[in-house]
T-cell receptor, first 113, second 114 residues
Framework: AAGVIQSPRHLIKEKRETATLKCYPI?????VYWYQQGPGQDPQFLIS???????DKGSIPDRFSAQQFSDYHSELNMSSLELGDSALYFC????????????FGPGTRLTVL | DAKTTQPTSMDCAEGRAANLPCNHS???????VYWYRQIHSQGPQYIIH???NNETNEMASLIITEDRKSSTLILPHATLRDTAVYYC???????????????FGKGTKLSVIP
């Protein structure tokens, strides 16, 4: 079965650089979520989209922005990167017949040097 | 969403049942109990959810007390691959358009021992 795809899987950036993470949800899923998991931490909700519109915001810094495109893929844009942004970033999708479950991607590991 | 309390860690012998408790004494009538797990650095994985009746699927069973203030996730025959952090999450169930994001607490680190 198709799963959530995230790219890249690993990313290394310098402080103050920008990064773009991409997420391709499971086909026919209408909701996408982004979560951030710092070292030794639990996943924290950042932002979500339902039918290409932002549906909720969590603890997402103002330096971050995200959008969902017409093909339902989503991108998380991160600017002025800080050391503390080093984390695993998970995308999850929900919809179709499995609307009670969120299906998570493998994550993107971002390292800021 | 209601707050949950779980033990920090538990051990379980391989092949035995793993029983993971969760307290959610402030749960509201329209809130469900969801369980997810995260195997080291992988994306969290949905296990099971329930409202008030006990539930079973191919992965686990969920036992919810009659007053709904606590629940237990049961992995009937734990294997080494079940070693993970298990999260009990309480939130309203799906009822249409909306975000329904997950709020992860501390979870229980389950170690399955050979």
């Amino acid at each position: 079965a198709a799963g959530v795809i995230q790219s890249p899987r690993h990313l290394i950036k310098e402080k103050r650089e920008t990064a773009t993470l991409k997420c391709y949800p499971i086909p026919r899923h209408d909701t996408v979520y982004w979560y951030q998991q710092g070292p030794g931490q639990d996943p924290q909700f950042l932002i979500s989209f339902y039918e290409k519109m932002q549906s909720d915001k969590g603890s997402i810094p103002d330096r971050f922005s995200a959008q969902q495109f017409s093909d339902y893929h989503s991108e998380l844009n991160m600017s002025s990167l800080e050391l503390g942004d080093s984390a695993l970033y998970f995308c999850a999708s929900r919809g179709g017949s499995s609307y009670n479950e969120q299906f998570f991607g493998p994550g993107t590991r971002l390292t800021v040097l | 969403d209601a707050k949950t309390t779980q033990p920090t860690s538990m051990d379980c012998a391989e092949g035995r049942a793993a029983n993971l408790p969760c307290n959610h004494s402030t749960i509201s009538g329209n809130e469900y109990v969801y369980w997810y797990r995260q195997i080291h650095s992988q994306g969290p994985q949905y296990i099971i959810h329930g409202l008030k009746n006990n539930e079973t699927n191919e992965m686990a069973s969920l036992i919810i007390t009659e007053d709904r203030k606590s629940s237990t996730l049961i992995l009937p025959h734990a294997t080494l691959r079940d070693t993970a952090v298990y999260y009990c999450i309480v939130r309203v169930g799906y009822s249409g358009a909306g975000s329904y994001q997950l709020t992860f607490g501390k979870g229980t680190k389950l170690s399955v021992i050979p």
